[in-house]
Nanobody, 126 residues
Framework: VQLQASGGGLVQAGGSLRLSCAAS????????MGWFRQAPGKEREFVAA????????NYQDSVKGRFTISRDDARKSVYLQMSSLKPEDTAVYYC????????????????????WGQGTLVTVSS
């Protein structure tokens, strides 16, 4: 699985952005997909994940109600719709695919994800 993230940029607080992650590989739809972020000087942290069927999603508490993760298997893409953005959302955002297919449990550690995109920078100004 190869991933390429896009859609980052500069936005004012309260604004919205949609991140996209294009995947390649025959079996990408078998994997839980996640979004992580890393702010300067901080560790990479879980933001959101969607299971392989697209029927369930999980979010970091700080983004619940503001961010929505979705996937489109026909387009081999995963999206992160971000609304009501805050300066503390500023970070490089990475999409990732879990290391094992057809997972039935949630994993929030970056070490559980084997495939990573290159990252896209989101900057939220106050």
């Amino acid at each position: 699985v190869q991933l390429q993230a896009s859609g980052g940029g500069l936005v004012q607080a309260g604004g919205s952005l949609r991140l996209s992650c294009a995947a390649s590989g025959r079996t990408w739809s078998s994997y839980t997909m996640g979004w992580f972020r890393q702010a300067p000087g901080k560790e990479r942290e879980f933001v959101a994940a969607i299971n392989w069927s697209g029927g369930d999603a999980n979010y970091q508490d700080s983004v619940k109600g503001r961010f929505t993760i979705s996937r489109d298997d026909a387009r081999k893409s995963v999206y992160l719709q971000m609304s009501s953005l805050k300066p503390e959302d500023t970070a490089v955002y990475y999409c990732a695919a879990h290391g094992r297919p057809y997972r039935s449990t949630w994993n929030f550690s970056p070490s559980d994800y084997a495939y990573w995109g290159q990252g896209t920078l989101v900057t939220v100004s106050s």
